[in-house]
């Protein structure tokens, strides 16, 4: 399953072009505090399309890709960067590498 995240700081925000190629898909809802809504088809489809263009005023929006079928949720930190957690399992979040000695 792909979602839309914002992994920079900022938050989520889309562009007017992203809006703009939304709406002229009938889409009027809020991917940003709506975040089941954050793996629509159409909302994926145009953050690949448009790459950075599709980020607005402050963040980066991108697409991450996690297993179908797991109870994920959106966790939001102080500076609006996102990750996708489920049970202990994280992506879309750069973590330092920690070499076990």
């Not at 939304?22 to 159409?42: C, F, K, N, Q, T």
Request: aromatic share 6%; net charge negative; no cysteine.
């Amino acid at each position: 399953m792909k979602l839309v995240i914002n992994a920079g700081p900022g938050f989520f925000h889309l562009s007017d072009r992203a809006n703009a190629l939304l709406e002229a898909d009938e889409s009027s809802v809020s991917y940003e505090h709506d975040h089941h809504l954050r793996g629509d088809p159409r909302l994926v489809r145009v953050v690949e399309k448009l790459g950075a263009q599709a980020s607005g005023l402050a963040g980066t929006l991108t697409v991450v890709d996690i297993p179908d079928g797991i109870d994920w949720a959106l966790v939001v930190q102080d500076d609006g960067r996102e990750f996708v957690v489920e049970r202990g399992h994280v992506w879309g979040l750069k973590l330092p590498r920690v070499d076990k000695g």
